[in-house]
């Protein structure tokens, strides 16, 4: 079943035109609105937060927005500057998400999640994520998915907040109570509509089609069609210049699998050699198959390094032609590389006795594409005393920094991601504990080496300028090694509140 993602920006032209000015921009509490042309009038076309919320609205005169609002910062709107952002947004959204993206002018996109969620947690995740990445950049979002592209679009902006995930089959519940507005259609017709007493979806959706039909045209039908997901809507997927992309048509549809796959080879081959043209390797590549009623079935495949190996791409490819429906045919098939990154060739070996090393990365590519990219990771040193800021997870392909672990003292093969309480008894300051208390289980210390004193950064945090950390090394009756630490020196309060800690486990 097909899942649509609706990103809604509710104050795209707004945020826009604030980071185009950057310091001469207005400053978030200040009412702004842009103004544009419909017809002979001049009206609000776009409005920040604050002046939403002392009263303007969108579509309302110009005039009257400023006798409304004292204060009121009034600019010229600039739909082409917002369609070319909203653009490169959307080649953004491709690049990360999925391989249909588009945008859905004026404040908005669309992405074509199917297949594609479980490579970044599932629904939930990704929608908070696309949302949250928003927030980090001072842009407001709202994020619906459902089935169909007319679901999603009214529950992002009328149910979303932030994030709304609609179960499958069930947009007709989600959408009927939500007002007519909400169907993208003509602001005539929602008028008319009006006087005749709808006000909701399910209102218009339970009356019978012909009277609508002969009063509004067919413009009505077809968008409650979409909006329940009884009519198809095809998403064109946003493509530039700049992405190197292959393309064949076919006289009469394609169908079975194994001419799918034969004609990805040869996409495949081509796109290799226009990449060697330009120097290039591809990171990501989109397989997308247009059927015969427009709509599209798509394959994305990630590499952890640029390559162009045909037989390598070609493989990460036609693993997954069973995922693709082709309908009653596919027509044409695209290949693009959505990210592609310079490739130098490099030597493998230089002698004959050398052994060449070893090359892990088409199973990371492998796994990457079948569990998702970002759960893929390494763990690598980051130059810092503190133990748990000593460690980073990196991309499997990253290569070394040169920082290494220190080896004067040993470290516990599992680090906790965070200290876990302890209850003990120590004698003394400078003595390991006789006996702790871990997860309620109580364990008698046998062996101990320590303490090593962990200063804190305090070039980072000023909290940090007397903190202290006291670590032991200790052997249980069982044999079981473990790492704990006294948070402070023992004798001095500033440096720590002397509690006790468990941070990891040898062996």
């Keep these: 079943m097909p899942r649509v993602v609706s990103l809604f920006l509710p104050s795209w032209s707004t945020d826009r035109l604030r980071r185009t000015l950057g310091d001469a921009a207005p400053p978030p509490e200040t009412p702004l609105v842009l103004i544009g042309r419909e017809q002979r009038r001049r009206v609000v076309l776009a409005a920040n937060a604050a002046a939403i919320a002392a009263g303007l609205r969108i579509g309302m005169p110009a005039t009257k927005a400023q006798a409304?609002?004292?204060?009121?910062?009034v600019m010229d709107a600039d739909p082409t500057a917002d369609a070319v952002a909203l653009d490169r947004l959307a080649l953004w959204a491709l690049q990360r998400y999925a391989p249909i993206?588009?945008?859905d002018p004026p404040d908005g996109l669309v992405i074509d999640t199917t297949d594609a969620d479980h490579l970044h947690g599932g629904e939930a995740l990704m929608l908070s994520g696309m949302v949250n990445r928003f927030f980090a950049s001072g842009i407001f979002a709202r994020a619906a998915v459902a089935d169909s592209w007319g679901a999603a679009?009214?529950?992002?902006?009328?149910?979303?907040?932030?994030?709304?995930?609609?179960?499958?089959?069930?947009?007709?519940?989600?959408v009927k109570n939500l007002p007519i507005a909400a169907l993208r259609l003509d602001p005539a017709i929602v008028a008319g509509l009006r006087v005749l007493g709808f006000n909701t979806i399910g209102e218009l959706a339970s009356q019978p089609r012909a009277p609508l039909a002969l009063r509004f045209g067919p413009e009505l039908g077809r968008r409650l069609d979409q909006v329940m997901?009884?009519?198809a809507e095809p998403i064109d997927p946003v493509r530039t210049p700049e992405l190197v992309e292959v393309r064949r048509s076919f006289g009469e549809p394609i169908a079975a699998p194994e001419t799918i796959a034969r004609y990805a080879a040869k996409l495949v081959d081509q796109l290799c050699r226009a990449l060697e043209e330009k120097g290039l390797g591809a990171r990501r590549v989109d397989l997308l198959f247009q059927r015969v009623d427009s709509s599209y079935q798509a394959i994305r495949a990630g590499n952890a390094t640029p390559i162009r190996d045909v037989r390598r791409l070609t493989r990460l490819l036609t693993d997954r032609i069973e995922t693709i429906d082709p309908g009653f045919g596919i027509e044409i098939m695209s290949l693009t590389a959505t990210h592609a990154e310079p490739l130098i060739e490099r030597q493998v070996i230089s002698s004959l006795v050398e052994d060449p090393q070893a090359d892990v990365s088409g199973l990371i590519d492998i796994l990457g594409n079948r569990i998702g990219e970002r759960r893929l990771y390494r763990l690598a040193p980051v130059a810092s005393d503190v133990p748990e800021r000593s460690v980073a997870r990196v991309a499997p392909m990253t290569p070394d920094n040169g920082e290494t672990w220190p080896d004067h003292w040993p470290r516990p093969a599992r680090l906790l991601p965070h200290p876990e309480r302890i209850e003990t008894m120590a004698l003394l300051p400078d003595h390991p504990p006789v006996n702790f208390t871990w997860r309620g289980i109580r364990r008698r210390v046998k062996r101990a080496d320590g303490p090593e004193r962990v200063f804190g950064e305090w070039w980072k945090r000023d909290a940090e300028l007397a903190a202290v950390r006291d670590y032991f090394q200790v052997e249980d009756d069982a044999g079981e090694r473990y790492w704990i630490f006294r948070s402070g020196d023992g004798e001095h309060g500033e440096t720590g509140s002397h509690q006790?800690?468990?941070?990891?486990i040898f062996g």
């Design 68 to 73: 409304l609002v004292t204060g009121l910062v």
């Design 101 to 103: 993206v588009a945008a």
């Design 153 to 174: 679009h009214a529950c992002a902006r009328f149910l979303a907040d932030p994030t709304l995930v609609v179960s499958p089959g069930a947009q007709s519940d989600a």
């Design 229 to 231: 997901g009884r009519g």
């Design 500 to 504: 006790w800690f468990l941070h990891g």
